[in-house]
């Protein structure tokens, strides 16, 4: 992608603002021409107060100020200069507003862009990508994109003033104007090659900050493992060659633009010396007239550093913009398979026929699988590890679609429903027991934004959860802290399932809900699962046999596929796989 390319694409995403801040930048441009106007009568009126040999721009100038009765005095020249140089610089404030306003509105409408597309996505979309680099691209990538309209701001407003300082020593001189400007093309020729230099370091740029901030993502959520492995300084110096990785090129990156703009000031100073000498020696132009054609170029020279300086860093901006712009179509790519048909209310089964699912390149997790569930029933679903069970979940939420065979609720596909609304009538409670770093009571609102009060704490009573919130000195006004840190694992996954049961769900489904709990934690959640098991239809993943003792169908998994299926009596009484886990677990001898 060029630069002309990427200012087109930003263009037809916001060209109502590009056309507004195009006129004010038009306008900014035309005030500056007329305030160096302003200064060649000026000059003429100090070398020659009776205003003969004076210049024509002078005496356009005079007339002008005759239709406002204003008698060319030095003083009334020097108002008419004042005032448009003051008029100028307002505007010239006002175009930086216009920029700024931009750049951070296209900012949002990218991040809003971007997290819609994330989150329409499937699950897929999560699960294969990089956390590091997700994070980098809203951190980063966006605020580059937000800058890059700064710079294509600047670029086009320097631009326009370029051209419009550019009109005012054409029209004294268009020879001595036409040597000065060629002059800075030639010069400012070597500075265009950096710009496929810019785009390399912008690629790299880009890279290295994904890296490093995968790093420092990873090393915050695996804090308990380096910490309890005493491996802090291994882990830092890890962290501390991949931000010096990024700050290699970062110098690099960020110095081209600065080479850009102060490498051609000799070459501009050379222009202009020569344009003076060759303008009083060859030319005859007038001392006021050479006056204003080295303002002008004092002015155009610059500009044309600023222009080529943003034209460079532009390139350097693009592989931002081209990694956002690559999530999202990616995200586009996996979104969620959803059909129209509203969810309302679970009426008699949901039915498992023949799912077959594989990941990409791998032989199949789940082969054939037929399993039905009853409305106000317990199901379980228990297997050793890697027998597919949590597979089989996400397939019963939505997350994945099965490549053969189908999953249907009340005798209709699954993805003939909004899988939204059937998601918001469903209670989840996965193996990580995730809360957000907010109160017990904001925690428990996020899945029923509208329950009461008395439903939080009837939720809680029914998860046993009520009792140990009430024991902390803030109840359930208390911050958990990040994903739950300040809670026990036991207090967590109690949080978690009130949270689900809030909601009232016509299905809930709990995966391992207690493989990672002592003997007691496990014994409340058993506990409050046979309170709930009364009021809706509950799936359990289960590891340990014992959560899923009272469960009224249990199917036993074995390498993808459906081996046994009875209840907890049925399979104890068999020689068979689930009887050989309760032993293992020492269920029975």
């Known amino acids: 992608m060029n630069v002309y390319c990427f200012i087109k694409?930003?263009?037809?995403?916001?060209?109502?603002?590009?056309?507004?801040?195009?006129?004010?930048?038009?306008?900014?441009?035309?005030?500056?021409?007329?305030?160096?106007?302003?200064?060649?009568?000026?000059?003429?009126?100090?070398?020659?107060?009776?205003?003969?040999?004076?210049?024509?721009?002078t005496e356009k100038w005079i007339a002008l100020m005759g239709l406002f009765n204003m008698l060319p005095t030095k003083l009334n020249f020097i108002v008419v200069m004042m005032f448009s140089i003051t008029v100028a610089s307002i505007l010239g404030i006002l175009t930086q507003y216009m920029i700024?306003?931009?750049?951070?509105?296209?900012?949002?409408?990218?991040?809003?862009?971007?997290?819609?597309?994330?989150?329409?996505?499937?699950?897929?979309?999560?699960?294969?990508?990089?956390?590091?680099?997700?994070?980098?691209t809203f951190n980063r990538e966006m605020v580059v994109v937000g800058n890059s309209l700064n710079s294509i701001g600047?670029?086009?407003?320097?631009?326009?003033?370029?051209?419009?300082?550019?009109?005012?020593?054409?029209?004294?001189?268009?020879?001595?104007?036409?040597?000065?400007?060629?002059?800075?093309?030639?010069?400012?020729?070597?500075?265009?090659?950096?710009r496929r230099l810019s785009y390399r370091f912008g690629q790299e740029f880009t890279s290295t900050s994904n890296r490093f901030n995968q790093k420092l993502q990873e090393s915050f959520e695996a804090a308990k493992v380096i910490l309890g492995y005493g491996n802090q300084r291994k882990n830092v110096i890890?962290?501390?060659?991949?931000?010096?990785?990024?700050?290699?090129?970062?110098?690099?990156?960020?110095?081209?633009?600065?080479?850009?703009?102060?490498?051609?000031?000799?070459?501009?100073?050379?222009?202009v010396i020569f344009t003076i000498y060759y303008s009083i020696t060859y030319l005859n132009v007038t001392i006021a007239e050479v006056a204003i054609i080295v303002y002008a170029l004092f002015k155009i020279f610059p500009l044309m550093a600023t222009v080529n300086r943003d034209k460079n860093s532009l390139t350097?901006?693009?592989?931002?913009?081209?990694?956002?712009?690559?999530?999202?179509k990616q995200a586009r790519l996996q979104v969620q398979k959803t059909g129209n048909l509203p969810f309302r209310k679970f009426e008699n089964t949901i039915t498992c026929k023949g799912v077959t699912y594989a990941y990409s390149n791998h032989k199949p997790v789940l082969s054939d699988i037929d399993i039905v569930i009853e409305k106000g029933k317990t199901v379980a679903i228990v297997g050793e590890s890697g027998a597919g069970k949590s597979t089989l979940i996400d397939i019963l939420i939505g997350f994945c679609e099965p490549h053969n065979g189908i999953v249907t609720v009340d005798g209709i596909s699954l993805f003939e429903y909004d899988i939204k609304s059937f998601r918001q009538k469903t209670g989840f409670v996965p193996q990580d027991s995730i809360l957000f770093h907010d109160?017990?009571?904001?925690?428990?609102?996020?899945?029923?934004?509208?329950?009461?009060?008395?439903?939080?704490?009837?939720?809680?009573?029914?998860?046993?959860?009520?009792?140990?919130?009430?024991?902390?000195?803030?109840?359930?006004?208390?911050?958990?802290?990040?994903?739950?840190?300040?809670?026990?694992?036991?207090?967590?996954?109690?949080?978690?399932?009130?949270?689900?049961?809030?909601?009232?769900?016509?299905?809930?489904i709990l995966d391992e809900a207690t493989s990672s709990l002592d003997s007691q934690s496990e014994?409340?959640?058993?506990?409050?699962?046979?309170?709930i098991a009364h009021q809706t239809t509950v799936v359990i993943i289960a590891h340990r046999l014992s959560t899923i003792a009272n469960a009224d169908?249990?199917?036993?998994?074995?390498?993808?596929?459906?081996?046994?299926?009875?209840?907890?009596?049925?399979?104890?009484?068999?020689?068979?796989?689930?009887?050989?886990?309760?032993?293992l677990q020492g269920l029975v001898k």
């Open 9 to 57: 694409i930003l263009f037809k995403k916001f060209h109502l603002r590009t056309i507004l801040n195009a006129s004010v930048f038009v306008a900014n441009g035309l005030l500056e021409m007329i305030s160096v106007l302003t200064v060649v009568p000026l000059v003429d009126v100090f070398l020659h107060s009776d205003l003969n040999n004076i210049s024509g721009i």
């Open 100 to 136: 700024l306003q931009t750049k951070y509105a296209i900012e949002k409408e990218l991040r809003k862009e971007t997290l819609n597309s994330f989150f329409n996505a499937s699950w897929h979309f999560f699960a294969g990508g990089e956390r590091g680099i997700f994070i980098n």
């Open 154 to 194: 600047t670029m086009f407003s320097g631009s326009i003033r370029l051209i419009f300082y550019a009109v005012v020593p054409i029209y004294i001189s268009w020879q001595a104007t036409a040597i000065a400007i060629g002059m800075g093309l030639v010069f400012s020729l070597p500075f265009v090659m950096l």
């Open 238 to 271: 890890q962290i501390e060659e991949s931000f010096d990785e990024h700050c290699k090129v970062a110098i690099k990156s960020q110095l081209i633009p600065f080479i850009t703009a102060k490498g051609f000031e000799p070459f501009a100073w050379f222009s």
């Open 316 to 328: 350097g901006f693009i592989p931002s913009y081209e990694q956002i712009d690559s999530l999202n």
């Open 439 to 508: 109160t017990i009571r904001n925690n428990l609102l996020w899945s029923y934004d509208t329950a009461t009060e008395n439903e939080v704490e009837e939720a809680c009573k029914l998860a046993n959860a009520h009792d140990f919130i009430m024991e902390m000195p803030e109840g359930y006004n208390t911050v958990v802290g990040d994903r739950g840190v300040r809670l026990s694992g036991g207090q967590r996954q109690r949080i978690v399932l009130a949270r689900a049961l809030l909601r009232k769900p016509e299905l809930l």
């Open 523 to 531: 014994t409340l959640i058993q506990e409050a699962i046979e309170k």
């Open 553 to 583: 169908w249990i199917y036993v998994l074995e390498e993808g596929r459906v081996v046994e299926q009875g209840t907890y009596g049925e399979l104890i009484g068999l020689k068979s796989s689930f009887k050989r886990m309760a032993e």
